[in-house]
């Protein structure tokens, strides 16, 4: 079974409507992080959190919220999604900021 | 401003022919510098980290290696299971957690 889980896989979903992404870890990692990819952009930081009580913004925190469940589960949500939210969505774990970073096998997020 | 560039975009090279990623950075001071592969409709999966210029770091057909201004990611006789495309990711130890992503070389090795 894979380490860090993302659900769904791919959502399709009409603007203005909420929707939550999904995120769960086995690797035991205190810190876990939402990345949203564009074509030609890279991989750009949306939300981190380095424990349970702990939520930080990150490059492109806008229309964008976050949920720490529990240590292995942080949930991203778009409370009124938009076209140019239209991305590939990652979820991420890593055992301290300077430590390597594992990747969830994505979202693919279509807003119409 | 903190910034990562990855050259070339995109790399055509036949099987056994061997080339070089480039990734050049500007940070507020180096704490660590990671490459990643990344497959099509899948996750970047880990591959190096390099913490200080003059380290390098090899792995199969890779070898990565890093200056104060940039990293090289040195790929010998490839093979087309290397293609895939490689991220280089920096982060500051200055100003609190801090990862920059690079947009990636998009390699493709013919056989």
């Known amino acids: 079974d894979a380490d860090v889980t993302q659900t769904p896989r791919n959502r399709i979903t009409k603007t203005g409507k909420r929707i939550m992404l999904e995120c769960s870890q086995t690797?035991?990692?205190?810190?876990m992080y939402w990345y949203r990819q564009d074509p030609g952009l890279g991989l750009r930081l949306i939300y981190y959190s380095f424990d349970v009580k702990d939520i930080n913004k990150g490059e492109i925190s806008d229309g964008y919220s976050v949920s720490r469940q529990a240590q292995a589960k942080f949930s991203l949500s778009l409370e009124s999604a938009i076209p140019n939210q239209t991305a590939l969505y990652f979820c991420a774990t890593s055992d301290s900021p300077g430590e390597t970073q594992y990747f969830g096998p994505g979202t693919r997020l279509l807003v119409l | 401003e903190d910034q990562v560039t990855q050259s070339p975009e995109a790399l055509r090279l036949q099987e056994g022919e061997s080339s070089s990623l480039n990734c050049s950075y500007t940070v507020s001071g180096l704490r660590g510098l990671f490459w990643y592969r990344q497959d099509p409709g899948k996750g970047p999966e880990f591959l190096f980290t390099l913490y200080s210029a003059g380290e390098e770091k090899e792995k199969e057909r890779l070898k990565a290696t890093l200056t104060k201004k940039e990293s090289f990611l040195h790929i010998t006789a490839p093979k087309p299971e290397d293609s895939a495309t490689y991220l280089c990711?920096?982060?500051?130890?200055?100003?609190?957690?801090?990862?920059?992503f690079g947009a990636g070389t998009r390699l493709f090795v013919k056989a």
């Open positions: 690797k035991g990692h205190d810190r």
């Open positions: 990711a920096v982060q500051a130890s200055t100003g609190g957690f801090k990862t920059i």
